[in-house]
Structure formats: structure tokens, C-alpha cells
């Protein structure tokens, strides 16, 4: 049987610390449609890098 090729040794390792932030609904996020309901758009998300040194 013939064995797979990897390049284990070429990669890079990297550490990571996270903290999730779940998302909250702020004052007056609601719109009004035409037909009088009351809606929560489709909103931003996504991942935000903040970096420290120290």
C-alpha cells in the first residue's frame, strides 16, 4: 500500500486566544414595511482581528 504525501513539516504552527461575542439587538432596529409588520433587517457579521503586543 502506498503511503500519502503530507507537507506536515513545512507548516507553520499558530496559537490563538478568542472570546465570543454574541450578537445584540440595539434601540430601534426595527423598520416598518409597507404593509405595516415590523421587521429586523439582515445585519453585518463577521470576524473581527484585535490585536495586543504586551
Same mark, same amino acid.
Given at each position: 500500500?502506498?503511503? &500519502? #504525501? @503530507? ?5 507553520? #504552527? ?13 434601540? %430601534?432596529?426595527?423598520? *416598518? @414595511?409597507?404593509?405595516? #409588520?415590523?421587521?429586523? *433587517? &439582515?445585519?453585518?457579521? %463577521?470576524?473581527?482581528?484585535?490585536? %495586543? &503586543? %504586551?
Amino acid at each position: 500500500m502506498n503511503s &500519502i #504525501e @503530507t507537507n506536515v513539516a513545512d507548516l507553520v #504552527e499558530v496559537g490563538i486566544s478568542a472570546q465570543v461575542a454574541h450578537p445584540e439587538l440595539s434601540k %430601534g432596529v426595527y423598520k *416598518p @414595511t409597507k404593509h405595516g #409588520e415590523n421587521i429586523v *433587517p &439582515i445585519g453585518m457579521g %463577521g470576524i473581527v482581528y484585535n490585536v %495586543g &503586543i %504586551g
